[in-house]
């Protein structure tokens, strides 16, 4: 396979997004509703929305995606950006899609000037092979208060 291109999502990326984000939804065993689904995608195009995507495409197929969040934070005056999604479909796995997605942010980090690009995941999940290339996870546990 050869090297992913990565860019932002499209309006014409809807149908490959959505196949992606139903295979995240499911590797998380999450159900999300489409009001959700729908919303999110909306937000994703509309440029005034602190929600963004990007997606690896080989031969012009989409294979993989990171959706985003741009935010301020008290930390710091520039913006943060929070990987809130990751996934690259099964069958094209281990091509380097994944590390291309983060890759991509990284520069992107330096070009737009967030102070930070940082994500979440579980302890277990085997992907953390790949993240500890780019830093090594900071010791912070995640707490959630749920509204009902
Ligand atoms: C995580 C994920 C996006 C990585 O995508 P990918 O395109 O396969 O990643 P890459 O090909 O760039 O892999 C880079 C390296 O990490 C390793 N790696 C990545 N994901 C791995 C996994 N799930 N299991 C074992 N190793 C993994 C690969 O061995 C590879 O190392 P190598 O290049 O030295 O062989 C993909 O596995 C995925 O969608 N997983 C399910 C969803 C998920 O876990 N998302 C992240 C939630 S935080």
Redesign the pocket.
Known sequence: MTAPTIRSALPADEHAWRRLWR??CD?YGASVSDTVSNRTWTRILDPDSAIMCIV?EVDGQV??FANCVVHENTWETQAVCYLE??????S??????????IEWLRNSMRAEGWARLY????GN???R???D?FSLADGFVRYVVKQA
């Not at 999604?85 to 099964?90: A, R, T």
């Not at 094209?92 to 997605?101: E, N, S």
């Not at 994500?119 to 579980?122: A, D, E, L, N, S």
């Open positions: 295979g995240y590797f690896a294979y993989g999604d990751l996934f690259v479909e099964p094209a796995r281990g091509h380097g899609m994944g590390r291309a997605l994500w979440m995941t579980h999940n085997q992907a092979r790949l993240y290339e």
